[in-house]
């Protein structure tokens, strides 16, 4: 990844810091991952430097374009999400958890590609729709296609007989 998501952190005094990066279609090629057509998001990391740890605290806002899981039309997903790393020095790197990084001491660096990457990545649903399939007012072919292959509701009023199967297992009580 480019070194513009490396942050030299050893030349930076104690305190807030803060750092923006704008994230396009191009940084998920990189990373070998193609499920948005198009991708737009500011993400602004506030580093604040002690003594000892650096506290990271990532915030993003933007539009990543995917296809609609019911109407495989695409549609721009707003996304808003943020993420808190602490990062310690010790004898070897390690991540003992998602929000804590161990690394060596001796690093004067930190590379936060991987964390950019899942706090947008998590950020996204499951399952995602279109907001004009949700509303009811996206017109398309498939849509017509799910309405008319859609079950139909069976007439389940109150005034209809018992089915008699059921009188035969009451009988066993």
Known sequence: MPSEYNIPFVGLKN????FDFTIEKTFFETLDYFDFSKVDIRVNLELTKKEQLLELHFYGHGAVEVPC???????DLPIETQMQMIVKFG????????EIMILPHGTYQIDVT???YEMI?????????????????????ILDKLKLLAPKEQNTSTND???????????LL
């Open 15 to 18: 305190g807030l810091h803060s």
């Open 69 to 75: 899981d019911i109407s495989t039309e695409l549609f």
């Open 91 to 98: 004898s070897a790197f390690e991540s003992p958890s998602e």
């Open 114 to 116: 991987q964390q950019i």
């Open 121 to 141: 990545i998590l950020a996204v649903p499951q399952k995602k729709i279109h907001p004009q399939v949700a509303d009811g007012t996206l017109k398309s072919a």
């Open 161 to 171: 007989q018992p089915d008699p199967r059921w009188d035969q297992l009451k009988k």
